[in-house]
């Protein structure tokens, strides 16, 4: 017979049956996975009102759809992540899924033949001074900046006329919780924006209000009030020359930029705050003051506030101290530096109840190694300060709304805050 076994027919159908019924299993179990996966991803908490895209999944991934059927290139440009072409599809729908993103809200926007455009289902968000769409990653656990049961404090709109700009001016006032119920008098906290945005950042995007219902919620944080103003500011009558062509850190630029800082500084100190005290129940004191900013409002921080200690003793720079204190390769010098605010380092411990600084570890190198270096200069100056730093998150809200988180509960506190906050130095 050859060596050739006969082969018999029923156990041969039986054995085909049985692989017939593997692959079936197989198909099925991968179309359940499938199925699991494709049902992980939800709307994002940012889209506009019954927008099922941008989607986001358990891990931090972001499915982008956009309709443009009669475009030939779509590429998605997330300012801090992604940078990808998007596939078409025969239904003139353009998507993409990212790999796993970093908590918090990204900006981004698509590029369709050349043209940078928002994406239509996104809440529109004032960025890179523009509207443009961003997408909100949660984070895994994390509660401190989404609304709580409690009470609430109320974000509030103010106009005031401003003697050094000749205009009228806008900002956005946070009031504690039983501010209306109460006839107490409260510290003031001035957060500034970063560059590109405006003062209604830390609201929309940062979330400020509700990080700041919860902390005083949980009795960690002492009740404030809150004021954000806009950060860009010209003397009535200047005219901004035209700087095109010219980079940034030229003498051009420079002189633009600290001609538009010191308008800045004259309408918050003579303006802005004479008006927040006259028109709010504050502690109109330097004790009862604080201020911080991030990125370009922590380079107005540190100007302000070193140039008026009479009026300021709670300091902090969120992402934003190297652009002041250190220019180009230069080091910086707590003896020299502010004309000589940090000399005597016992003095200044004295004066400025909390200087506080943060970087994210992601930050682009240059702002990551300039703050680290303050840092390094402050320590090797024994100079008192808190040093925070956001794992895995970059020049982004995350990495802001940690800092206020971390900052906050720091702020007002009796007998001897800064040293409390030296020891917990991170």
Not at 48 to 57: E, I, N, S
Not at 219 to 227: A, D, E, L, R, W
Not at 277 to 300: C, E, N, V, W, Y
Request: glycine content about 8%; hydrophobic content about 35%; proline content about 7%.
């Amino acid at each position: 017979m050859n060596g050739i076994r006969p082969v018999d027919p029923i156990t041969h159908e039986l054995e085909c049956q049985s692989m017939k019924l593997a692959v079936l299993a197989m198909l099925v179990s991968a179309s359940l996975c499938f199925g699991q996966e494709q049902s992980d991803f939800k709307p994002a908490t940012s889209n506009v009102l019954d927008a099922q895209y941008p989607k986001v999944d358990s891990q931090s991934r972001v499915a982008i759809r956009f309709k443009a059927p009669d475009a030939t290139h779509v590429k998605l440009n997330f300012w801090s992540g992604p940078k990808v072409d998007m596939e078409k599809q025969p239904d003139g729908y353009w998507t993409v899924t990212t790999p796993p993103m970093a908590p918090g809200l990204h900006y981004y926007t698509l590029n369709v033949d050349g043209a940078e455009v928002s994406d239509p289902a996104s809440t529109a968000y004032f960025g890179g001074s523009k509207w443009a769409s961003a997408v909100e990653v949660p984070e895994s656990g994390a509660e401190y900046y989404l609304p709580q049961e409690g009470p609430h404090g109320q974000v509030r709109e103010v106009w005031y006329h401003s003697s050094v700009t000749g205009t009228w001016r806008h900002a956005l006032v946070y009031l504690p919780p039983d501010y209306d119920t109460a006839r107490t008098r409260y510290p003031v906290l001035y957060l500034q924006h970063g560059g590109g945005e405006d003062e209604t950042g830390w609201i929309r995007q940062g979330k400020a209000n509700f990080i700041l219902d919860n902390l005083i919620a949980s009795g960690s944080t002492k009740p404030m009030i809150v004021v954000m103003a806009n950060g860009y500011a010209s003397r009535a009558g200047y005219q901004v020359p035209d700087l095109t062509g010219k980079p940034f850190g030229s003498p051009e630029m420079m002189k633009v930029m600290q001609e538009r800082m010191g308008a800045f500084e004259d309408d918050m100190t003579q303006v802005l705050i004479p008006f927040i005290d006259k028109t709010f129940r504050t502690i109109p004191d330097r004790d009862h003051r604080a201020m911080a900013g991030l990125s370009m409002g922590g380079m107005q921080t540190f100007q302000v506030t070193f140039d008026r200690l009479d009026l300021f003793s709670y300091i902090g720079g969120f992402s934003g101290a190297a652009n002041v204190f250190a220019m180009g390769n230069s080091k910086f010098d707590t003896k020299t530096a502010f004309h000589g605010a940090m000399a005597d380092p016992a003095a200044f411990a004295k004066r400025v109840h909390l200087l506080w600084i943060g970087v994210g570890t992601d930050e682009p190198e240059r702002m990551r190694s300039g703050i680290e270096g303050l840092n390094a200069s402050l320590d090797e100056g024994k100079v008192q300060h808190v040093f925070y730093e956001s794992p895995g998150t970059a020049h982004e809200w995350q990495t802001w709304r940690r800092d206020l988180k971390d900052f906050a509960p720091r702020l007002f506190q009796p007998a001897g805050p800064q040293t409390l906050a030296a020891q917990q130095k991170r």
